[in-house]
Nanobody, 126 residues
């Protein structure tokens, strides 16, 4: 059974930093992409960034230059480093993965991912 478990959320002041983790178990995603999404209250789930199987990453414009994604060497844990946090970054952050790598047209869409974590809440106070 595949499980994605996020951790690391919390309350932080604007301008601060957090590091989120997503531990994967049940299968390996070393040859697949893993991604982060977020959902603010009353809003849709939005793409944050993706770690491609090649080792490169892509980000939403809203977080480019402030957030960074990485994986551990075993590729069982996905990280999201959040820097220069703003109040608009307040959301529940979700880790997502699929059996294969999504295409360029769908990688930013939640429907491209089969597996999801339960989410970890990030609150940025201004």
């Amino acid at each position: 059974q595949v499980q994605l478990v996020e951790s690391g959320g919390g309350l932080v002041q604007a301008g601060g930093s957090l590091r989120l983790s997503c531990a994967a178990s049940g299968r390996t995603f070393s040859n697949a992409a893993m991604a982060w999404f977020r959902q603010a209250p009353g809003k849709e789930r939005d793409f944050v960034g993706i770690s491609w199987s090649s080792g490169t990453s892509s980000y939403a414009d809203s977080v480019q230059g402030r957030f960074s994604i990485s994986r551990d060497s075993a590729k069982t844990t996905l990280y999201l480093q959040l820097n220069s946090l703003k109040s608009e970054d307040t959301a529940v952050y979700y880790c997502a993965a699929d059996r294969s790598q999504p295409g360029w047209r769908t990688y930013s869409l939640p429907r491209a991912y089969e597996f999801w974590g339960q989410g970890t809440e990030v609150t940025v106070s201004s």
